[in-house]
Structure formats: C-alpha cells, structure tokens
C-alpha cells in the first residue's frame, strides 16, 4: 500500500446535471482524498491536448467537443493506492459494464457522458495532475 495522487475530472455531463456534491460524496467515502478541486471551461486546444493518447481512436473528435461542452471540476485525490482505488470507484468506461455502487453505473449517461475521468496509471496521474494543477494549488 502506498500514498498516491491521482487526477479526477467530473465532466460536463456531471456539472450539467449539478451532480458534483453526489459524486464528492462517493470519492469522499470511498476513503479518498479532495486535496485540490477547481471549476473550468477546456477550450479545444486543452481538450486535444489532454486525451492526446486517444488521437487515433475513431471517437477523438467527437470526445474532445464533448469535453468542451460544458464546465469541468478537475480534482487531486489522495489516498492508500489512489489511482487503482477511484478506477475502482468509477466503473467500467462503459456503464452498461459498470459494477453496481459505482460512480459510472448510478450516473453516467453513456460510454462516452460518463461522468468522470481518472488517471489510468501513476505515471499518467503526475502529468494530469501537473497539466491542470500547480504544486500551490494542492494542500494535503
Ligand atoms: P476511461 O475514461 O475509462 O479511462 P478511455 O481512456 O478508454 O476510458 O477513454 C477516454 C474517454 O473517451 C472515456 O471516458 C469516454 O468519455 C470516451 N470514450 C471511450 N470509449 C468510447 C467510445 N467507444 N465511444 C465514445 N466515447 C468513448
Ligand atoms: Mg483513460
């Protein structure tokens, strides 16, 4: 077990539907941390950059206009291995796959409006964390 800090997003799906304060909630009784949060609106240049890793993929696009649809909450979550639990906590990308209790399952409203975004590895979370967050901006 070991300390960590992992990147949540709740996208514009979420704050559309003013689920913020219902998702904290799960994050918060998951065990995990809020140590950062802000509200902001992506601009297209953000959003391509931010899932440049999906660049190929066929709904990238369509993914990024998403994104940029509506306010955002960018969160730094810290916890016992953060990155794996709140994958955990999330569900499946899919929430037709999502384990029941899980964020995804209870609130997402598609595989691709599904509510929240979280870093896939610990490597991965430190260049997310860093592309929306300052080291002044995250108080343990
Ligand atoms: P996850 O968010 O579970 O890590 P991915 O990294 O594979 O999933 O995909 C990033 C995001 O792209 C997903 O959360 C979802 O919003 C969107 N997405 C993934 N697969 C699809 C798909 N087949 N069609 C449309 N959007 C998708
Ligand atoms: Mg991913």
Known sequence: MT????????????????????????IEESGLKIIAQKRLRLTKEQAQKFYAVHEERSFFN????????GPIVAQVLEGEDAVARYREIMGATNPANAAEGTIRKEFAESIEANSVHGSDSIENAAIEIAFFFSQLEIVV
């Open 3 to 26: 300390l960590q800090q992992t990147l949540s997003i709740l996208k514009p799906d979420a704050t559309r539907r003013n689920l913020n304060g219902k998702i904290n909630t799960k």
């Open 62 to 69: 369509e993914l990024c206009d998403y994104m940029i649809s």
